[in-house]
Each structure stands twice: as C-alpha cells, then as structure tokens.
C-alpha cells in the first residue's frame, strides 16, 4: 500500500533538505537529456478563475517517476483557503507500484518554486544588490523573498501589489526582518531595485522596457499559461541574457512565449537554466547586463522535492 504523507509531515520534512540543491541537480539532469518529460497538461477555468497543471516525468535510470497535480484558484482567498492547491504520487519506476501520495495542497510547488528563484538568482543576480522587489502580495511573493537570503541576501524591499490593502498586510506579516517599503506602482519598485521577482497572474505586463535600470535581474514566475503577461515584450528584447527554465515549455506559456509571439525576440536567444548554469560564461559577466530568468515550472522540480520528501521521510 502506498505511504500517505500528510501535509503537516511535508512541512517539517521540507525544513531540512536543501531545496536550492535539489533544484539545481534537477535542472542539469533536464537539460542534459537525462529526463522524460512530457509537455504539460492543463485545465483553465473561468467562473471561479483558475487553473489546474498536470506535471509528470522521471529522470532516466532513477528509483520512481513522478505525477503531479497542482492547481490555482485566485478567488480561494474570499472563501478562507489557499489558492494553491494539490498532491504528488510517486511510483516505483521498474514496477509501477504506487510508493506515496503526498497530500501537500500546493506546498511542496510552492516551494520548489521559490527555490528555483533562488537558484536563478544565485546565477544571475548582481554582486551587488541595493533592494529587492517583489511584484504580488501572495504566498509565491513571501517563499521567494525568503529563499532569496540564503544566496543572495538583502533586507531592504519594495514590494507592489494590486490593491493597498494586500500589500500593507503584505508588509505587516513580513515583520521586522526586513526594511519594507510600498510602492505605489510596479515601475516604483524597478525604479529603487535591481533585482526583481514578479510573482502574479496578471494577463497584462506590469513592467515595462523603460521603467528597468542596467544592472537589473528579473526572476518571472507568474506567467505559467498562454494567457498570462508580466513584463513587456520589449523587455525580453532589452535584456542582455534571457533564460529559460525549459526551452521546449517557454514555446507555449509565459514570458519567453509571448515575446516571441509579439516578435520582440527569436529563439536564438534563449538559453536553457540548466545548460546556463554549467557554463561560467552563459551567466551574468558584470552588473551592468539585465538579466531575465523565466520560470514556467518544470516536472523535473515535482520529481526532485517529491523524491527528497519521501527519502527522508522513509528514513526516520
């Protein structure tokens, strides 16, 4: 029978691996070849707005293979619960036996998410950061800024969200650990920071070309569907390095996607995270490059953080 991991269990698993490492093994076993990974599958949903991702695949000659299923309702919040939800099922790969179901409503994507930006920013970042911005008031905006410390750490923050009153609860809950500070627009937070995470559904860019600074990183992790926008075409186009977490996903959704739609840039210009991050000189070479890391979500992510879950668990 399989192990049912609870979602209070995961919190406390989670705590002691190191999701920065998981993350990066993860991407260089993808863009090596060394994963199947088939392409992603999706449930858009209009009344309430949502979507629900299927996410699956294994790392060739590894122990399980991995099912993902993790959704966002972005009206979950009036009715008291969290807009992510889900669960991971792990299964031996030469067998097909059900090992675990973890039944982490959303955590663990949330999580991995978080630490893939970390990851990216680790790479990508300046040397140098004068503040951080965060784009969005939700769970993603609080997991990214906190995973940020640990590679790339800076306690002054401009954070923008839709309305004032989620970006002053924003603030609140964030506490005295950092020196917080509210802008009033998305282009006020480019204006003070170079290094950025935008973390919202918007369907229309939030920031634009003129409004980002030589020197800035920007890590996009909104922008999962066809239909979701947070920075300008032109953007892309001004930067000197735009990465993608997965080339074959970015021709489909997010950012790297509607650019080249809007023909702001060509495929050429993309370079995979995982190849980026074996080779010194596909990374930032001086503060002055703009860089843009765009996060879609990759299987290979559910497999590591699912797989770390369950041998530590299996461990105790």
Known sequence: MATIINLEEIKAIVKDIDVVAAMEEGFIHYSNGNTVVPPVGELLFEEP???????YGYIKKDAYYVIKIASGFYDNAKLGIPSSQGLMLLFDQKTGVPKAILLDEGHLTDIRTAAAGALAAKYFAPKKIKAIGII???IQAKLQLEHLQKHTPCQTVWVWGRTIE??????????????IQIAKTASEVAKHCNVIVTTTPSELAL?????????THITAVGSDTQDKQELESKLLAKADIVIADSIPQSKSRGEIYRAIQDKAISENKIVELGTAIQDSKLQRTNDDQITIVDLTGVAVQDIMITKAVYTNYSAV
Request: no cysteine; net charge negative.
């Open 166 to 179: 989620n970006t002053e609860k924003f603030a609140k809950e964030l506490g005295s650990d950092y020196n």
């Open 49 to 55: 707005k949502g979507d629900a991702h299927i996410k």
């Open 136 to 138: 969005g008031t939700g």
């Open 207 to 215: 920031l634009n070309a003129d409004d980002v600074q030589k020197g």
